[in-house]
Structures are given as structure tokens and as C-alpha cells.
């Protein structure tokens, strides 16, 4: 097959309430203006420390997330890029390393992103600064060749999270217990061949993938399958739809069909691709139950939506 290179929405969550208390009696009353005015102080100091999180889960990273937030091209991170040459790392080719820029919030969750058969990186960097810029370290790469099978795909993008964790520059970014995969077309059939070998990972989303294989009962890691209706290379049919149903009925799982959509719309910016994307490396990385209201109820079939399946809630 030869490759050339070239959004159902859901509701808000309310913000979580905050702690109130009220004093009864005269006598109480300075009691009360100073102890009022001592949380508001703390209140207002905690919201200006820049590496504040919640203390019932200390991977949440950055504000509370709105559909706006999600579907913006950029998040709240500022981000910094690194190349890596293909002739300091083995056993894949290299590529592009996007991260936050600052380190007031600690380490971050990281995903390594494979291209398809005959692509390059490039054919997939632009969910490197879209995804770094909500929160995680994100390695786009080469392979070692451009026509390397869903097989080698695998054990690359497993070689380039080693790497990332072990070897890289931005290691000390890392939380090397908080990894996923992605992938395109073979990459994304890579990324299932990742969760098979790995079952420590954390999420995997192979993008209208092509594999050979089309069953992965093994994989234990929570995995979001995007397929595509007018997809001609890898039909879902054959390829989306039996990888998602094959996938154990016990684990957290979704299929997102693009409406519109062919076996190359994950090589251009895509709304609806980032969101949902964005939401299960939050949901399944960071276990950050604030992005479960995407993910949960199932979204609906939209102009962007042909078709969304899943189990919920989550149990991860």
C-alpha cells in the first residue's frame, strides 16, 4: 500500500464546589472574620504557586479541562522541542522530542508517536506540540525504514520510550511509570504490537491502523482504536472494528469512527482526534479523572462522529 503524506461533544462537568463554613453566635464573629480571611489568604497563595495540584492525585496536570480547552490547537504548557539524531539512538530512527517548557509542575506522563509505511515524522509532528502543550512529553519518530512492519513498528516505539526515559535529554521530565503509545496506519498497528509486549503501559491509540493481526485479546493496556468511514486502505471493517471488539471485554477500551474521514486524516491537524486523543492519555496516563466527562457518557454521533463505542465508566 502506498502512503502519501499529505472533528459530538459532551457537556462540561460543574467545577468541584469549595469548602464553605459558617459561624453562628456574636462571640464568634472575629473568630470567624479571621479564620475567613486566613483561607482566603491560603486560597489565594495556593492558586498563585505554579506547581499546585490536587492532593487526591498528585499526576494531575494543568487547569481544570473545558471542551474549549481540549479542542483548542494549543494548551496551557509552553512548549520546547528537541532533535534527536538517528545516529545516537538504536533501534529506531530518531525524531522530535516535545515537552513543557516549564518545571514548576514536576514530571509529566510521555507518549512516543510512529508514523505509517512510507512516512516519515513529519507526517505525524503536529501531535507533538498539540499534545505536549496539555501536559505530557511527547517523542515523534522516524523508523528505521519507511517500509518497516507493524512487528518493528512496535519494538521502536518501545526502543524510542526507553530512550526517552533512560538516555534523553528531558529524562529527568519523565515519569517512566506513566507511558503510552500512538501510532499511524502501520505505526498504529505498532502500538497494539507495544501493548502486547509491554502491559505496563498505560494507554495506547493506534490511528486508523493496519495489522495483520486481528485479534489482541492479550493487551491489558487501555486502548482507544480510530478508525476512519472512508478509509480504503485499512477498511475498518477489517482492520478498526475487529481490533476494538477483539480487545478483552474487562478492559478499558473506546472506538472512534471518523465521520468524513480517510486512512490519511491523522497526517493534518484533526479537532477530533486531539480531543479524544488529549482526554484518554489524561484519563489513562495522569489518572486524571477531571477528562472523564469526555470520555463518558459515550460521545454521540456528530458532523465529526460516525460512530463511538466503549465501556463506562472506567474502571482504571
Given at each position: 500500500?502506498?502512503?502519501?503524506?499529505?472533528?459530538?461533544?459532551?457537556?462540561?462537568?460543574?467545577?468541584?464546589?469549595?469548602r464553605?463554613?459558617?459561624?453562628?453566635?456574636?462571640?464568634?464573629?472575629?473568630?470567624?472574620?479571621?479564620?475567613?480571611?486566613?483561607?482566603?489568604?491560603?486560597?489565594?497563595?495556593?492558586?498563585?504557586?505554579?506547581?499546585?495540584?490536587?492532593?487526591?492525585?498528585?499526576?494531575?496536570?494543568?487547569?481544570?479541562?473545558?471542551?474549549?480547552?481540549?479542542?483548542?490547537?494549543?494548551?496551557?504548557?509552553?512548549?520546547?522541542?528537541?532533535?534527536?539524531?538517528?545516529?545516537?539512538?538504536?533501534?529506531?530512527?530518531?525524531?522530535?522530542?516535545?515537552?513543557?517548557?516549564?518545571?514548576?509542575?514536576?514530571?509529566?506522563?510521555?507518549?512516543?508517536?510512529?508514523?505509517?509505511?512510507?512516512?516519515?515524522?513529519?507526517?505525524?509532528?503536529?501531535?507533538?506540540?498539540?499534545?505536549?502543550?496539555?501536559?505530557?512529553?511527547?517523542f515523534?519518530?522516524?523508523t528505521?525504514?519507511?517500509l518497516?512492519?507493524?512487528?518493528?513498528?512496535?519494538?521502536?516505539l518501545?526502543?524510542?520510550?526507553?530512550?526517552?526515559?533512560?538516555?534523553?535529554?528531558?529524562?529527568?521530565?519523565?515519569?517512566?511509570?506513566r507511558?503510552?503509545?500512538m501510532?499511524?496506519?502501520?505505526?498504529?498497528?505498532?502500538?497494539?504490537?507495544?501493548?502486547?509486549?509491554?502491559?505496563?503501559?498505560?494507554?495506547a491509540?493506534?490511528?486508523?491502523?493496519?495489522?495483520?493481526?486481528?485479534?489482541?485479546?492479550?493487551?491489558?493496556?487501555?486502548?482507544?482504536?480510530?478508525?476512519?468511514?472512508?478509509?480504503?486502505?485499512?477498511?475498518?471493517?477489517?482492520?478498526?472494528?475487529?481490533?476494538?471488539?477483539?480487545?478483552?471485554?474487562?478492559l478499558?477500551?473506546?472506538?472512534?469512527?471518523?465521520r468524513?474521514?480517510?486512512?490519511?486524516?491523522?497526517?493534518?491537524?484533526?479537532?477530533?482526534?486531539?480531543?479524544?486523543?488529549?482526554?484518554?492519555?489524561?484519563?489513562?496516563?495522569?489518572?486524571?479523572?477531571?477528562?472523564?466527562?469526555?470520555?463518558?457518557?459515550?460521545?454521540?454521533?456528530?458532523?465529526?462522529?460516525?460512530?463511538?463505542?466503549?465501556?463506562?465508566?472506567?474502571?482504571?
Amino acid at each position: 500500500m502506498q502512503q502519501h503524506l499529505p472533528s459530538g461533544t459532551i457537556p462540561p462537568r460543574p467545577s468541584r464546589p469549595g469548602r464553605s463554613g459558617t459561624f453562628t453566635g456574636r462571640s464568634r464573629t472575629l473568630t470567624g472574620l479571621v479564620t475567613a480571611a486566613a483561607a482566603t489568604a491560603g486560597l489565594l497563595l495556593t492558586g498563585l504557586a505554579p506547581g499546585a495540584q490536587a492532593a487526591d492525585n498528585p499526576y494531575e496536570r494543568g487547569p481544570a479541562p473545558t471542551n474549549t480547552s481540549i479542542e483548542a490547537s494549543r494548551g496551557s504548557y509552553a512548549v520546547s522541542q528537541t532533535s534527536v539524531s538517528s545516529l545516537v539512538v538504536s533501534g529506531f530512527g530518531g525524531g522530535t522530542i516535545y515537552y513543557p517548557t516549564s518545571t514548576a509542575d514536576g514530571t509529566f506522563g510521555a507518549v512516543v508517536i510512529s508514523p505509517g509505511f512510507t512516512a516519515y515524522e513529519s507526517s505525524i509532528a503536529w501531535l507533538g506540540p498539540r499534545l505536549a502543550s496539555q501536559g505530557f512529553v511527547v517523542f515523534t519518530i522516524d523508523t528505521n525504514t519507511t517500509l518497516d512492519q507493524p512487528d518493528s513498528r512496535g519494538r521502536q516505539l518501545l526502543a524510542a520510550l526507553d530512550y526517552l526515559t533512560q538516555r534523553s535529554s528531558v529524562r529527568t521530565r519523565v515519569d517512566a511509570t506513566r507511558l503510552g503509545v500512538m501510532g499511524h496506519s502501520m505505526g498504529g498497528g505498532g502500538s497494539l504490537e507495544a501493548a502486547k509486549s509491554r502491559p505496563s503501559l498505560k494507554a495506547a491509540i493506534p490511528l486508523t491502523g493496519w495489522n495483520t493481526d486481528k485479534t489482541w485479546p492479550e493487551l491489558r493496556t487501555p486502548t482507544l482504536v480510530v478508525g476512519a468511514d472512508g478509509d480504503s486502505i485499512a477498511p475498518v471493517a477489517t482492520h478498526s472494528e475487529p481490533f476494538y471488539e477483539s480487545l478483552p471485554g474487562s478492559l478499558d477500551k473506546a472506538y472512534l469512527e471518523l465521520r468524513g474521514a480517510s486512512h490519511f486524516t491523522p497526517n493534518t491537524s484533526d479537532t477530533t482526534i486531539a480531543k479524544y486523543s488529549i482526554s484518554w492519555l489524561k484519563r489513562f496516563i495522569d489518572n486524571d479523572s477531571r477528562y472523564e466527562q469526555f470520555l463518558c457518557p459515550l460521545p454521540r454521533p456528530s458532523l465529526t462522529i460516525a460512530e463511538y463505542r466503549g465501556n463506562c465508566p472506567h474502571t482504571s
